[in-house]
């Protein structure tokens, strides 16, 4: 995001600043400068926390059109008070040095859509850490993050319930997100700390038979389980171990499906992921989902395993547009592994580029095991449902359509909860 110039009022202190940005943006507002934005308000006549109403996105864009439509059911069904997007944002006492915090009221929206968390919060980098390119500076204005905000929705906000969020919520998962994207060096004490694990009661019936449970699985941590390889020693087998090592076999045969492979297998971990997993289970839509590769450097590996995709940093340029892509064939994907980071293995993937995110320290047991001078790929359970064509620029799958798809050696996805990282594949490759 580039840097913001603006007025005089920019290199004001504390509540000088703040009044001559409020005015500003008022007038912004009046004057339609801000599409879809139709109020700015001081609750309390408090000048460190404004609301600000939207009632409609851009009509000529895909979400924009499915985002009014919405609303207009909603103001029907519920009253004119609910078929709005409510956001607050607040002021610490150290703005503008500090970034302020951005948070949806009501109503209640699908978790992960577009910069929204699950507990409402606007996350963004902008307003997670302060130096470099993405970062926060005292140039950057509440007009400029909302502009940001509103012009991303590449899909609708689909809310899912006509109550709001509470403020604890929001900021318990801004600084999970932030966490998880690196923004900030250290986890918050909520992800690191054992949690109540009774949260998760109702959800472990839904996780698969051989997953095993542990205390830092349920205090939210990615875990990792290595597989047993046919053929390996080992204790004897237990009824656990017995599904570990039906479960290997199955990604050895996907592995070697597609001749003339060029990957041995040296390791094969389970990736463990409450959250993510919950997300793929409550997905309201039940699509036809396989199992799909996908390849990238192992620092961007190890952030999708513990944050998920996340299709808003995929660049537009890709054959089939801005999405998540998946290869049918070990050989296909297993071509754009590296060893180290390598930006053009990265950038038309559907993740962060890895060298601008630092991995957070872990508790010991919740990295994955890479294999000296080798590889890694992803196979990934991918919720394709009806899949269309693609080209360069789509951000969205064809009407009638859940992805695209290329020849059957390729899926793309456009949204990050359409696919779960299952396993963890370590690999030396025989040649390339």
């Known amino acids: 995001m580039q840097r913001e110039e603006g007025p005089f009022w920019l290199a004001l202190p504390g509540d000088e600043r703040l009044e001559k940005e409020f005015g500003a943006l008022t007038r912004d507002v009046k004057a339609g400068k801000l599409p879809g934005v139709t109020k700015v308000l001081l609750p309390d006549d408090d000048l460190r926390c404004w609301r600000i109403k939207v009632e409609w996105l851009d009509p000529l864009t895909q979400a924009g059109m499915q985002f009014n439509t919405d609303m207009e059911r909603t103001r029907?069904?519920?009253?004119?008070?609910?078929?709005?997007?409510?956001?607050?944002?607040?002021?610490?006492?150290?703005?503008?040095?500090?970034?302020?915090?951005?948070?949806?009221?009501?109503?209640?929206?699908?978790?992960?859509?577009?910069?929204?968390?699950?507990?409402?919060?606007?996350?963004?980098?902008?307003?997670?850490s302060r130096g470099g390119e993405d970062g926060w500076d005292p140039s950057r204005t509440v007009g400029g993050i909302l502009q940001q905000l509103l012009r991303d929705f590449v899909a609708p906000p689909e809310p899912s319930r006509g109550d709001g969020y509470s403020l604890r919520e929001a900021q318990d998962s801004f600084r999970r997100a932030a966490w998880k994207r690196g923004w900030v060096p250290t986890p918050p004490p909520a992800v690191v700390e054992p949690q109540d694990a009774l949260s998760w009661l109702a959800f472990l019936p839904e996780l698969p038979p051989s997953w095993e449970l542990s205390e830092t699985l349920l205090a939210g941590q990615t875990t990792y389980v290595e597989l047993p390889l046919p053929g390996q020693p080992g204790p004897p087998c237990s009824p656990r171990q017995a599904m570990?090592?039906?479960?290997?076999?199955?990604?050895?045969?996907?592995?070697?499906?597609?001749?003339?492979?060029?990957?041995?297998?040296?390791?094969?971990?389970?990736?463990?992921?409450?959250?993510?997993?919950?997300?793929?289970?409550?997905?309201?839509?039940?699509l036809r989902d396989v199992q799909l590769f996908h390849g990238s450097s192992r620092e961007a590996l190890e952030l999708i395993c513990r944050a998920g995709f996340d299709v808003r940093l995929a660049k537009p340029n890709g054959s089939l547009g801005a999405g998540l892509y998946f290869g049918t064939s070990s050989v296909t994907s297993s071509s754009y592994c590296c060893k180290m980071f390598d930006r053009s293995a990265v950038n038309a993937l559907g993740?962060?580029?890895?060298?601008?995110?630092?991995?957070?320290?872990?508790?010991?047991?919740?990295?994955?095991?890479?294999?000296?001078?080798?590889?890694?790929?992803?196979?990934?359970?991918?919720?394709?449902?009806?899949?269309?064509?693609?080209?360069?620029?789509a951000r969205a799958p064809q009407p009638g359509c859940h992805s695209a798809a290329s020849h059957n050696t390729m899926h793309v996805v456009y949204r990050s909860d359409q696919a779960y990282p299952e396993y963890l594949i370590h690999f030396k490759r025989t040649w390339f």
């Open 76 to 128: 029907l069904e519920h009253g004119p008070g609910q078929a709005s997007l409510q956001l607050e944002v607040s002021f610490g006492e150290a703005y503008p040095a500090e970034p302020f915090s951005m948070r949806i009221v009501r109503p209640r929206v699908k978790p992960f859509t577009v910069h929204v968390t699950e507990g409402g919060s606007v996350c963004l980098e902008a307003l997670a």
């Open 244 to 286: 570990a090592l039906a479960d290997a076999e199955h990604v050895l045969r996907l592995v070697n499906a597609a001749p003339p492979g060029n990957a041995q297998v040296v390791r094969i971990e389970r990736v463990q992921n409450l959250e993510l997993r919950r997300e793929e289970v409550e997905r309201e839509s039940k």
């Open 351 to 393: 993740h962060r580029p890895a060298e601008l995110l630092p991995a957070p320290v872990a508790p010991e047991g919740t990295a994955p095991r890479f294999h000296p001078g080798g590889f890694s790929m992803l196979l990934c359970r991918v919720a394709v449902g009806r899949a269309g064509s693609g080209q360069p620029g």
